[in-house]
RNA sequence: GUGGCCAUAGUUCAGUUGGUUAGAACGCCGGAUUGUGAUUCCGGAGGUCGCCGGUUCAAGUCCGGUUGGCCACCCCA
């Protein structure tokens, strides 16, 4: 009989435990740094009707959406982020929610786009947004909340680069090239790929004389520090209350970040960055890796005016980033830091003789309820197999029971980096395997 | 979506101008005076060369299609 080929679909993957460990590890440390500002997990469902999702993100996410009519006729997309749906959910759970309000979601995403390394057809969003109120307070515990989540994932040095639309939309207001914007924005956004000969070409294809895309890049390519930027900056934009409201933002972002504590190096104020989507109207963030930023941004987010203006006449601004858990996966197995275990197990307890089998599941229970994470070997091998089994899968402790041991009531328990063995009362093992492994995580 | 590169054991790759039973390393499995692994030694199992079709006496090798991966554009996490 011919079997089924197995196979994965074009940018949809499976995942080995070593993976799926990092993986879970990371959804959990996310997880836990929106949880310590106050965020509150939420979600949505995987499929929504076609129209809720469409029309937000512009003509080239609809087509980047799996779209398809379901058995009842309906016609159905896959979320493509986290946002829209979030968007319908604010709309619709309004009352019961209230304002400010704080909620994180970690969730699966589909494009349908063409994959490239860190670029899948299926992959994780974590999202956290603050919404229902504009206060600038909102947008630096944003920056807080990126810079505590870079740090705790631990994938080296990384840089937060930080711009406000207003200030940008400020000076094309003075440049009268409000009408242009969105072009010229996407123009801005590719300097740092293309380079200025590429941009000024590119917006002087769509309508923008030469002397107006000189000065839109004489400001973006303004090089110092945050302070010395803004003062510039100011004085460009001056007599536009509304660039002049984005200098005061951003003033004040880069005063407390300062007073936190946050490090000078991770933070940049970078005015050429413009973020792809037009639906960004103040403060935008992104985020990139020191060593592979190649890669693209990794965290990246900003500030709405109004999220649910589809759905609801309720005014809704926001602001909130999203974290691309795949893509800072890819960067992390590229740079080598992911742990090659496979397994959770902290500790494997061997069984030296079949007969004794109730002992080990015994003294491993007992491991278990101390928050330790145990493993007993199932198959009858002798010691070197069981040895060779915990080593290949990254497990570093193993506990042994003969003879002797069983008469004077301990455990050889064995470090498999160092070779090194003692035998440790049974009624001290917890304590002991505690404090060299630590508590599962 | 447009353009380009690639596809051989679990993995990384060899494979000579098309020419007999397709190789290596690592990994995997088994064994080396049965209470000790990761180092050493010996042995073994894995491939209809991604898939379908064509050219040819002969295709891993050439051609077309298809699937998947990668790169650029586009866009974005």
Redesign the pocket.
């Known amino acids: 009989m ?1 079997k089924i ?1 197995p ?7 499976d995942f080995l435990p070593e993976t799926m460990l990092a993986r879970e590890h990371l959804m959990q440390t996310a997880r836990d740094v929106y949880r310590s500002f106050g965020f509150a997990p939420i979600d949505t469902p995987a499929l929504e009707y076609t129209e809720i999702l469409l029309g937000k ?2 003509e ?2 609809d ?2 959406m799996f779209r398809f009519t379901d058995q009842g006729n309906r016609d159905v997309s896959m979320r493509f ?1 986290l ?1 829209v749906p979030f968007a319908r959910f604010a709309a619709q759970h309004l009352n019961e929610l209230g304002t400010p309000f704080k909620r994180y979601h970690l969730g699966t995403v589909w ?11 299926e ?1 994780v ?1 974590c999202d956290f947004d603050t919404i229902g109120t504009k206060s600038n307070a909102a947008d630096i515990e944003t920056l807080m909340v990126i810079h505590e989540l870079m740090d705790r994932i631990g994938c080296g040095e990384f840089q937060i680069r930080v711009n406000n639309r207003k200030v940008l939309n400020g000076l094309l207001q003075k440049l009268e090239l409000t009408e242009q914007s969105v072009s010229v924005l ?1 123009a801005l ?2 300097l740092p ?2 380079g200025r000969d590429a941009v000024l070409a ?1 917006m002087e294809g769509q309508s923008i004389s030469s002397t107006q895309a000189i000065q839109v890049l004489d400001f973006a390519e303004l090089t110092g520090t945050p302070a010395e930027l803004l003062t510039q900056v100011e004085q460009m934009v001056s007599g536009n209350e509304t660039g002049e409201t984005g200098i005061a933002q951003l003033r004040e972002l880069f005063e407390v970040a300062n007073s936190v504590g946050l490090p000078e190096s991770r933070l940049n104020l970078d005015l050429s960055i413009a ?4 639906y960004y109207t103040g403060t935008i963030y ?2 990139f890796l020191d060593e592979l930023p ?1 890669i ?6 900003g500030r709405y005016d109004n999220l649910a203006e589809l759905f609801t006449s309720q005014p809704l601004p926001g602001v909130g980033a ?7 996966l ?1 960067a992390m197995e590229e740079l080598g830091k992911l742990k090659p275990s496979s397994t959770p197990s902290q500790i494997l307890v061997t069984v ?1 003789d079949p007969a004794w089998t109730a002992d080990s599941f015994r003294i491993a229970q007992q491991l278990r309820h101390s928050g330790l994470a145990v493993e007993v070997y199932t198959d009858h ?5 069981q ?6 899968k990254g497990i570093p402790v193993v506990l ?6 069983r008469s004077a009531g301990t455990w ?1 328990v ?6 090194d ?1 003692t035998p440790i009362l049974e009624a001290d093992l917890a304590d002991h395997l505690l404090e060299m492994v630590g508590k599962t995580d």
Not at 322 to 328: A, F, K
């Open positions: 011919s080929k196979q994965t679909l074009k940018g949809f993957r993100g512009g080239e996410s087509k980047q982020d946002t494009r349908a786009e063409k994959p490239q390394k860190g670029r899948y057809r992959f969003q996407r956004d590719k790929k293309i590119e973020r792809g989507l037009d992104e985020t190649g693209g941004s990794v965290c990246s987010g999203s974290l691309g858990l795949d893509r800072l890819a030296f091998k002798k010691m070197g197999k040895f060779q089994y915990a080593d290949k042994i029971a003969g003879e002797d041991e050889q064995k470090e498999l980096s160092s070779g063995q």
